[in-house]
């Protein structure tokens, strides 16, 4: 199994920026798919998750309304639509599979002047 994130950066306050997720070795359309951040200093957190045929979605009280998770399971492959980014939203990001709980290497997100 590999799930390799992609699409991270510096962006200014009020950007925006579209993480993906390459998912393979398991049958990607039949898994829930989570996004997770963890900031310096703190505990991982959840930020959003999406169903395997997308129509049950989840997100972090903090980001709602900012950002959309999605995914295109033809292409194996979750987003995450960030906009109006905050400094508070400064963390690594990672990608999470339902299939026994994989973990990308994550993809660094700077919200910074």
């Known amino acids: 199994v590999q799930l390799v994130e992609s699409g991270g950066g510096l962006v200014q306050p009020g950007g925006s920026l579209r993480l993906s997720c390459a998912a393979s070795g398991f049958t990607f359309s039949s898994y829930y798919m989570r996004w997770y951040r963890q900031a310096p200093g703190k505990e991982r957190e959840l930020v959003a998750q999406?169903?395997?045929?997308?129509?049950?979605?989840h997100y972090a009280e903090s980001v709602k309304g900012r950002f959309t998770i999605s995914r295109d399971n033809a292409l194996n492959t979750v987003f995450l639509q960030m906009n109006s980014l905050r400094p508070e939203d400064t963390a690594v990001y990672y990608c999470n599979s339902g299939y026994r709980n994989y973990w990308g290497q994550g993809t660094q997100v700077t919200v910074s002047t």
């Open positions: 999406i169903s395997s045929a997308g129509d049950i979605i």
